[in-house]
Nanobody
Framework: QVQLVESGGGLVQAGGSMRLSCAASGRTFRSRTMAWFRQTPGKEREFVARITWSGSTYYADSVKGRLTISRDNAKNTVSLQMNSLKPEDTAVYFC???????????????????WGQGTQVTVSS
């Protein structure tokens, strides 16, 4: 089992920055692909960014160049640095982990077995 706890959400003005963090339990963190998703009311959860166990990253087109995913295996954390935020970035952001260490994962929610509770990010115009 892997437990994920997000932190760092809140209110920010458009053009501002915010950093989200996700703390993971367990000794297999360094072997798991991690991702960030986001969701707004009435819409499906959408992929934001992914970082593999080897450090390879991939981003949704809508956030490329503004958001950066990173991981610290010594601290069992994955982070999302968000710059140049836009009102359309407003959402609940979720951290996710694959179910099997060293497994591949893409951008679908079904690729991930463990989820955090989410943290609200609100970008005001």
């Amino acid at each position: 089992q892997v437990q994920l706890v997000e932190s760092g959400g809140g209110l920010v003005q458009a053009g501002g920055s915010m950093r989200l963090s996700c703390a993971a339990s367990g000794r297999t963190f360094r072997s798991r692909t991690m991702a960030w998703f986001r969701q707004t009311p009435g819409k499906e959860r959408e992929f934001v960014a992914r970082i593999t166990w080897s450090g390879s990253t991939y981003y949704a087109d809508s956030v490329k160049g503004r958001l950066t995913i990173s991981r610290d295996n010594a601290k069992n954390t994955v982070s999302l640095q968000m710059n140049s935020l836009k009102p359309e970035d407003t959402a609940v952001y979720f951290c996710a982990a694959v179910g099997t260490p060293l497994s591949s994962a893409d951008i679908r929610t079904t690729d991930y077995s463990y989820w955090g509770q989410g943290t609200q990010v609100t970008v005001s115009s």
